[in-house]
């Protein structure tokens, strides 16, 4: 199954105790780069939220943002951490006394440190799980927006490689034709200087130049990589970097064909398969 790195979920739950509101963004990366946001009371699930991510995803930039909101009937006890506060204006003397300039602390500088007010309500407990449970759920949706999306991109790539196909088969069915034509106008070009000219020279110059724009080697291997690509795109499993090398391996091949151009055939075929494979490559930046 494809999956795309790009997708969004959002996913709320309301109870008695408050509401949570999970929102996770995730955009194409070469690895797995994840941000997590949590509000204070539960900054603890930190470890748990990325681990999950490790668990499910392989690649991609993802954002994690939790927001709570407390019910008003519910509201937690705020309990003053003596300890915290007494280390604190400890501190503040010693600085006091080292610098001679430090105003003394107010109380709405000591309410502000962190760690100064404690929420002590078993219910947290609760919220934590309920957090964790509606993460899962979060992930999954954005799983489900990755799949869908990866199926699409995958629909778009393959309608590519088809028309890729369909201008390789043109090509070679030309190419007898386009051979022939430069033979002939090669030799017309030559006959009036025919006379100058060793015959055995002038053959061997012109099997020489036909050597050099046969392009049957580099229609098959255009036809080999594309059958890869369509093999990839059956695999489980990260795929996103071994395309994005097939895409490489195209684009070298579409250029070698352009090169080795002598007629406009195939040269407008040439400009039309980097087109097609700039646009998969494109594409294949968002798969994982």
């Known amino acids: 199954m494809i999956f795309s790195m790009t997708a969004f979920s959002r996913t709320q739950l309301d109870e008695v105790w408050g509401s949570l509101v999970w929102e996770i963004r995730s955009v194409n990366h070469r690895y797995l780069e994840a941000s ?23 690649r991609g930039k993802v954002e994690c943002q939790l927001r709570f909101q ?3 009937q519910q509201q937690a006890a705020l309990l003053l951490n003596r300890a915290t506060v007494e280390q604190l204006l400890v501190a503040a ?3 006091r006394e080292l610098s001679g300039e430090l105003a003394p602390m107010s109380v709405t500088d000591v309410l502000r440190w962190p760690g100064v007010l404690e929420e002590k309500d078993s ?5 934590e799980a309920a957090a964790l449970a509606l993460f899962s759920a979060a992930l999954d949706e954005m799983l489900n927006v990755r799949a869908r999306e990866g199926e699409e991109l995958g629909r778009l790539i393959e309608t590519r490689l088809v028309t890729v196909r369909e201008i390789v088969k ?13 033979r002939k106008n090669l030799t017309e070009r030559l006959s009036e200087i025919r006379q100058e000219l060793d015959p055995a020279r002038l ?11 046969d392009v049957d080697e580099e229609l098959d291997r255009l036809d080999s990589h594309v059958a890869e690509v369509q093999r990839v795109l059956q695999t489980p499993g990260q795929i996103g970097r071994r395309l994005d090398f097939l895409m490489q391996e195209l684009n070298r091949e579409a ?7 002598v007629v ?15 646009q998969m490559r494109e594409q294949i930046q968002n798969i994982e």
């Open 36 to 58: 997590v946001r949590l509000p204070e009371p539960l900054r603890g699930l930190e470890s748990a939220i990325r681990e999950s991510l490790r668990g499910k995803l392989n």
């Open 70 to 72: 407390a019910s008003p």
């Open 93 to 95: 003397g010693k600085i």
């Open 123 to 127: 219910r947290m407990e609760i919220v």
């Open 170 to 182: 043109e090509v070679r069915a030309l190419l007898p034709d386009i051979l022939a034509r430069q």
């Open 203 to 213: 053959e061997q110059e012109l099997v020489l130049l036909a050597q050099k724009s």
């Open 255 to 261: 250029n070698t064909l352009s090169s080795k151009s």
């Open 264 to 278: 406009a055939e195939t040269t407008r075929s040439a400009v039309e398969l980097k087109v097609l494979i700039e």
